[in-house]
């Protein structure tokens, strides 16, 4: 089979392989079936996409819509090749996932405009799927109604014509979006089950994602969450997407 190749962008060794685990155990994939690239510690290189069945892009500290002077060198440097690897993804309509950082990067790949007037504390939201995801290819076996975890800075406050909105809700109008066939993003996170959402919440307490005094307090909330249908993203696109025929000559 062909591996998927998974993206990822935080410095953190522990929260790094963490993540990297997670993503294999929710997509059922092995290690050597998930090709692993931390393009915070070295530049991507060129993406041979005939190798893989689709990408994934994990979530990141890193933010689009931080004034440039405020970004580090390497956060730079990860957000200009993230845009010409997706100038290739959507111009070939390869199969991608962003999730979190990625729907910015996918959302100010394509003209949205992306702020902070829909960031949302960490914590388990009500996701709702909207008609269009209803009967997308990837989503539509989720239920209507969902539970997930969700903590970012920044989301999609105006939507341009290419991005067809998938999920939402009641405070991030933007939760998940398609781009052509095979291009997708969601602003949750997919890959967090309660006990690495608690990992994650104590790493990052002091990155200004909620206040550091409420870290106990924001775990305690979460923990009669029932995230187990949010998980279905990721089996589901390696099911669409294990071995992908699709073919691409990079420019």
């Not at 709702?128 to 920044?154: C, I, M, N, R």
């Not at 939760?175 to 990992?199: C, I, K, M, W």
Request: with cysteine; charged share 25%; glycine share 6%.
């Amino acid at each position: 089979m062909k591996p998927f190749l998974l993206i990822t962008t935080r410095g953190e060794d522990s929260e790094a392989a963490d993540e990297h685990a997670a993503y294999c155990r929710l997509t059922g994939l092995l290690p050597e079936e998930l090709e692993w690239r931390r393009i915070d510690r070295g530049p991507l290189g060129a993406i041979e996409f005939d190798r893989y069945s689709g990408i994934v892009l994990a979530g990141s500290p890193f933010t689009v819509s931080e004034p440039v002077e405020h970004k580090s060198p390497t956060e730079l440097r990860v957000e200009r090749e993230l845009a010409q690897l997706l100038d290739d993804v959507v111009r070939h309509d390869f199969p991608f996932l962003g999730v979190c950082y990625g729907i910015g990067t996918i959302g100010a790949h394509q003209g949205a405009r992306v702020d902070r007037t829909y960031g949302e504390t960490s914590q388990a939201v009500r996701i709702s799927l909207t008609p269009a995801g209803l009967e997308d290819p990837l989503l539509y076996q989720l239920p209507a109604e969902f539970e997930a975890f969700v903590g970012h800075k920044e989301a999609i406050a105006e939507v341009p014509p290419s991005i067809i909105v998938l999920a939402s809700s009641p405070s991030c109008p933007v939760q998940a979006f398609r781009v052509g066939r095979n291009v997708y993003a969601t602003q949750f996170h997919p890959e967090l089950d309660t006990a690495s959402f608690s990992s994650r919440v104590r790493a990052y307490a002091d990155h200004g994602y909620f206040d550091p005094a409420e870290v106990d307090a924001i775990i305690e909330r979460v923990e009669s969450a029932d995230v187990r249908a949010s998980h279905m993203v990721l089996g589901r696109f390696v099911e669409e997407y294990l071995d992908s025929r699709t073919t691409v000559t990079a420019a």
